[in-house]
Nanobody, 119 residues
Framework: QVQLVESGGGLVQAGGSLRLSCAAS????????MGWYRQAPGKQRELVAG???????NYDDSVKGRCTISRDNAKNTVYLQMNSLKPDDTAAYYC?????????????WGQGTQVTVSS
């Protein structure tokens, strides 16, 4: 069973920075894709940044130039560095990873970490 544990959220003023971490229970090299998603109250969950199956990165337009996703394979951890934070970035942030089994692809989710940006 894949377990993902996020940390690093908190309260920060606009313009500040946070680094989120996602520690996986197994090797992140075994995942097809990984990414960070967020969900604000009353809104749908959206992709913030992720690694494609080919190892490339992709970002939502709203965070391009402000956020960087990275990984440490030895630590089985994925990070999201967020700079120049805005109040609109306030949301619960979730780490997700895709695996494939005989039944097909399956997404695994962490419990989430709250990011609150004050104006």
């Amino acid at each position: 069973q894949v377990q993902l544990v996020e940390s690093g959220g908190g309260l920060v003023q606009a313009g500040g920075s946070l680094r989120l971490s996602c520690a996986a229970s197994g090797s992140i090299l075994s995942f097809n894709r990984m990414g960070w998603y967020r969900q604000a109250p009353g809104k749908q969950r959206e992709l913030v940044a992720g690694f494609t199956s080919g190892g490339d990165t992709n970002y939502d337009d709203s965070v391009k130039g402000r956020c960087t996703i990275s990984r440490d394979n030895a630590k089985n951890t994925v990070y999201l560095q967020m700079n120049s934070l805005k109040p609109d970035d306030t949301a619960a942030y979730y780490c997700a990873a895709e695996t494939t089994s005989w039944s097909g692809p399956h997404w695994h989710w962490g419990q989430g970490t709250q990011v609150t940006v004050s104006s």
